[in-house]
């Protein structure tokens, strides 16, 4: 299973991304640039010594990334789909694409993405933390796919 965060600009989040993927065997995908660098004390705080546990993969952009992936599912996570994320089947080799912290993704990618899903919340809220959203999802995504061990 993979994670994959666009343009992350919070560098707490992104490191409790890469330790929940360390815990869990989450292949985390960074789609740059961050608005951060990962030498950031913010950063290197929270994710203490789980890089060493980490699958991580880096991109200079969206399109390397596609490239890179052409033959694996990508699902968008947003709160904008239609789809609940526990009606939805995700397979074992699918990709979960997360939005920026600031802005999610831009429209024209939305567009592309067929399948989208996303965690059903209260209508006076506008959104999880993207962590908290990561966990919420990978972990059906997991459990569905047997692979919580
Ligand atoms: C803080 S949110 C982005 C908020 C941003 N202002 C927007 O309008 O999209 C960061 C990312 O977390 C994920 N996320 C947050 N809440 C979600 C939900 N209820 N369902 C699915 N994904 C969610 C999405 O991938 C989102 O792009």
Do not use: W
């Not at 666009?6 to 707490?12: C, E, G, M, R, T």
């Not at 360390?22 to 740059?32: F, S």
Request: hydrophobic content about 40%; overall charge positive.
């Amino acid at each position: 299973m993979h994670i994959a965060l666009y343009k992350p600009d919070i560098p707490q989040n992104t490191a409790a991304i890469i330790r929940l993927g360390a815990c869990l065997n989450l292949k985390i995908h960074i789609i740059e640039p961050c608005g951060f660098n990962l030498h950031d004390p913010r950063f290197k705080r929270v994710v203490m010594d789980y890089l060493e546990f980490s699958k991580i993969f880096r991109y200079e952009d969206y399109n390397e990334f596609l490239i890179k992936n052409k033959k694996k599912r990508i699902v968008l996570m947003t709160t904008k789909a239609k789809k609940k994320y526990h009606k939805f089947n995700f397979r074992r080799e699918d990709i979960l694409l997360f939005g920026r912290e600031s802005a999610g993704v831009p429209e024209g990618l939305h567009k592309t993405i067929k399948d989208k899903v996303k965690v059903p919340m209260n209508k006076k809220t506008r959104s999880l933390n993207v962590a908290m959203s990561v966990a919420i999802i990978s972990a059906e995504a997991l459990r569905q796919n047997n692979l919580l061990k």
